[in-house]
Structure formats: structure tokens, C-alpha cells
């Protein structure tokens, strides 16, 4: 029977429903000692109802420990979290502690609304048992702007026995994007379905790609402005692959993907596609979904032994600049990454942890597919190159303008030439328009 999932933006707001919202003036994250001499901090986040009610619970056993704090709290779903984050900003009204994702951080970041937490890094914040790799996912400018709460990194998913029916012999300990190209295509003809089922944040696949040729999406240059990262012969040769696998109906075209409301509508996840490249927490999901028989394999992606594959975080947790109670709010982040209590409340709904020694506590407790995750990314430790940097102000947007590239793409209304074009001319008008 398939098994039902919860997805975090499936929620309406419900902050405004409790008591113990910080929506009493408390919220601005400069909040100071009350009558009582607590020292009272907020805290945002979005997430399922089951990250809500783990992350309630975790703040009643963090006030029993630390009797001097008090925190407040507000959540809803990704949208909400958001539009409400960015009003506080605008007035001053910060929370104290904020559930960060990494496409957003840059701009909270540089624009001096997140604290430089490096001051808090052994002192309040321990992080002894995260590795460096992964710890420098919130770091920009010097500055750590974020602890990472959990891990994932670039996976090729597959369906064996339609890898098997394509007769190209894949090795996933060592193949290449060629090698996945051929496969695809050769499996489309032998079975009628699609050899690879693009995920609907396309843009990662991009950016993998780019790092097995030694070029990112984005750098920066020695002023810290954002600039386009990669040459246009790579940026050819990836779309060129996928417009001549969609023309070959060996790839389904845009819409099919984004159309699709929910996972199990994918036709990788009704077994009619091979190949599923996504994060590595997303192997949980779709093992989830699939349809009944449907079997899904967790491997390595194309290229992965030069480096091209790092750890990227499942979301980070920052702190405001102007909390006035940074002290109160680090100890708070140690808590929920690093305290044994904390996290055998939570277990891995944030994903596999980031710190090492909690993965190691919960490891016994996970389901089998969890384990499975977690030690693929322990395997590639020896293989994990530096992390790609942290997404520049307006990248939402640049996201937002691939998709529709990618798009065009797949219908085969522009050449890959056209598309390179129209992206480095978008994504330098925004850069500009966000950088001085």
C-alpha cells in the first residue's frame, strides 16, 4: 500500500492560533529581561504539522533546561514564512532566531539582518561534530550567517529494471554524462516509457553538471559582486543533451513535471520513467510514492569522483543583527542541533542530521531508507568537493527565468545558443541590479 507523506507547504499559516505566538510585541528579536528576569527570544519557522509539533516540544524541554529563557514562537507553511519574514525586515521586527534556507540567506545576509555568528562557534554554539565541508554551506564574506541543521547532496535515483530493459550496462560506481545520455536514450526506445524524469528545480541538474566541468552557476569576484560562473560551450552542450532527449521523447517536456501536484503524478514515480536526479533526502519521498512494485535505487551521480558532488544543507538556523539577545538566541541554535534531548524529539524530520554524532544516536531509530541515506553520504566524504557558493541576492528569481528557458527547451523553441544568451543577459541585469 503506498505509504502517505506530509509536505511542508501543504499547510495554512496557524501561528496566529496560539497563545505562545510571538505576536505580543516580542517578535522584533530585541526584546530584553521581563519582571520575572527572563530574557524572552523568538523564533520562526515553516514546516509541516509534525515540525511543528517536534519543535514545540523540543522549546518546553529548552526552557525546563534554561529556566532564565523564554521563547516565543510563530510558524506556517514555506509561503507564509516567508512574506511574513520579509514585512519584519522591511520594519526592524526580526525574530530572534530564523529557520534560514540557503536561496534566501545571501539576502538577508548582506543586506546586515543576520548576525556574523562566528563569534558564537565555540563558545554557545558547538560544532565539533559538523563537518567543515558542511559548516561552510553558511558562510559568505567570512561571515557565518547559519548553522546547518541537516545534510543531502546530488543523487541519481533509478528504476533497475528499466535501466536493465535499456541493455547499456550502466556502472553507478563510474559512468559519465554521456554514459547517462546513451542509457536514456536507449531506454525510451526499448520500452516505450521515458529514460529520465527531470526534477521540477531543474536547475540543480545544471548546476551539478557545471561542477564536473570545474564551473559553478555563479561566482564571485575579489569585490564579493556575483557573476556568472560558467562558459557558454558547457552551458551548449547540457542543453543540447536535453533538447535532443525530449525531441526524442526520451524526456518529457516541461510541463509534464510541472504539472504534476504531487510526487506520486511524476512518471518516475509511476515507474514509467528510469532516472530521477534529485537530492538525496528526496529518495525518502519518492520511495514513499512510488506506485505499488515500483522500485527505486539510491546511486551516485554521473562524473562524481572529481569533486563534483558536496553537501548541501536542508535549511539553516540564523540569528537576527539586531537581537539584542544573541547570547540567549545561540544557545538556543546549540539546543536544537546539538543537544541529545532536542533530537530525539525531532529525529530526522529536518533529514538526516548535520552533526555527526546526533546521526549516530538516532542511526538505530531510522527506518531502513534512512539509513540507507545516511550512509551514502557518509560514503562519499572522501569524494565531496568545496560547496558551490551561497546563492547571490535575486537568485529566486534567476531560478525562476531558467525554469522558463529550460521550457522552451523541451518544446524546442529556442537553441541552447538563444537560451545562454537570454540567461547571462537576465542574470547580469540582476546582479546589477542588486549589487553597487
Keep these: 500500500m503506498k505509504k502517505t507523506f506530509l509536505k511542508a507547504a501543504s499547510l495554512l499559516f496557524l501561528g496566529a492560533t496560539l497563545a505562545a505566538c510571538g505576536n505580543n510585541g516580542n517578535s522584533s528579536g530585541s526584546s530584553e529581561a ?21 519543535y514545540i516540544e523540543s522549546i518546553k524541554e529548552f526552557e525546563k533546561q534554561n529556566p532564565d529563557i523564554k521563547v516565543e514562537y510563530e510558524y506556517g507553511s514555506w509561503d507564509d514564512h ?36 562566528s563569534e558564537f562557534i565555540g563558545n554557545e554554539i558547538q560544532t565539533d561534530d559538523i563537518k567543515e565541508s558542511i559548516l561552510a554551506t553558511g558562510e559568505l564574506d567570512g561571515n557565518v550567517f547559519g548553522i546547518p541543521t541537516s545534510v543531502n547532496t546530488m543523487a541519481m535515483l533509478y528504476n533497475p529494471s528499466l535501466v536493465e530493459q535499456g541493455g547499456t550496462g550502466i556502472d553507478f560506481s563510474n559512468y559519465t554524462f554521456d554514459d547517462l545520455v546513451e542509457s536514456t ?84 514515480s509511476q515507474g514509467k520513467a528510469a532516472y530521477m536526479m534529485t537530492w538525496s533526502n528526496q529518495y525518502l519521498t519518492y520511495k514513499a510514492s512510488a506506485a505499488e512494485d515500483v522500485e527505486i535505487n539510491l546511486a551516485r551521480p554521473f562524473d562524481s569522483e572529481n569533486g563534483a558532488m558536496a553537501y548541501r544543507p536542508g ?13 540567549a538566541a545561540a544557545k538556543f541554535v546549540d539546543f536544537l542541533v546539538n543537544s541529545e534531548e532536542a533530537n530525539k524529539i525531532i529525529g530526522t524530520e529536518r533529514g538526516i542530521p548535520s552533526n555527526d554524532a546526533i546521526k549516530e544516536l538516532l542511526y538505530d531509530d531510522m527506518t531502513p531508507e534512512e539509513q540507507e541515506s545516511s550512509d551514502f ?28 528557458l529550460y521550457a522552451e527547451i523541451t518544446y524546442g523553441t529556442m537553441t541552447p545558443e538563444e537560451t545562454y544568451d537570454a540567461f547571462t543577459q537576465r542574470c547580469e541585469e540582476i546582479f546589477a541590479e542588486n549589487y553597487q
Excluded: C
Design 34 to 54: 521581563d519582571a520575572d528576569g527572563k530574557t524572552t527570544i523568538s523564533f520562526t519557522w515553516w514546516g509541516s504539522e509534525v515540525r511543528h509539533e517536534k
Design 82 to 117: 516567508w512574506k511574513k519574514l520579509a514585512t519584519k525586515a522591511a520594519s526592524g521586527e526580526l525574530p530572534d532566531v530564523i529557520q534560514m534556507d540557503v536561496q534566501y540567506i545571501a539576502q538577508y545576509g548582506t543586506k546586515n539582518q543576520l548576525a556574523d555568528m
Design 185 to 268: 536514450a536507449a531506454i525510451a526506445e526499448a520500452t516505450g516509457d521515458y529514460g529520465w524524469n527531470d526534477n521540477n528545480d531543474n536547475s540543480t541538474i545544471l548546476q551539478y553538471f557545471l561542477r564536473t566541468k570545474g564551473e559553478d552557476l555563479y561566482q564571485y569576484d575579489a569585490d564579493g559582486k556575483p557573476e556568472i560562473g560558467f562558459t557558454k560551450e558547457n552551458w551548449v552542450e547540457f542543453m543540447g543533451a536535453i533538447a535532443d532527449l525530449t525531441e526524442a521523447k526520451a524526456m518529457p517536456t516541461a510541463e509534464v513535471t510541472s504539472n504534476a501536484n504531487s510526487m506520486d503524478q511524476y512518471p518516475f
Design 315 to 327: 535549511f539553516f538556523y540564523s540569528i537576527a543583527n539586531a537581537s539584542e539577545s544573541k547570547e
Design 377 to 404: 553520504l557518509d560514503d562519499i566524504a572522501d569524494i565531496v568537493g568545496d560547496p558551490s557558493p551561497i546563492p547571490p541576492i535575486g537568485f529566486a528569481e534567476i531560478n525562476t527565468y531558467f525554469k522558463e
